[in-house]
């Protein structure tokens, strides 16, 4: 169903960006913005509707959609998404 699709695009966005944090040499307590973009809708549905459960789970103050230039390109599901974030 899409609603069990969007829960595991979900999960795979916040381990994606728990996974850059600690590339980064984040410590679990440091809050972080995030950065991202993507042309799937279903990614910016994700993004849109799970704002809060994002921010809790990444420890994250701001999440913005805007295309760093130092963000990662990474594949969640079928899609590109460019993350980055900064502390």
Known sequence: ???LRQEG???DVVRQI???????G???????????????EMISEVFAKNP???KKDTITKDIVRKKEE???EIKIGDAIVYLAIKK
């Open 9 to 11: 695009l979900l999960r």
């Open 52 to 54: 809060d459960k994002i």
């Open 18 to 24: 728990q996974s850059l944090r600690k590339q980064t």
């Open 26 to 40: 984040l410590t679990p307590s440091d809050e972080i913005a995030i950065y991202w973009d993507s042309d799937d």
């Open 70 to 72: 130092d963000a990662t």
């Open 1 to 3: 169903t899409p609603e």
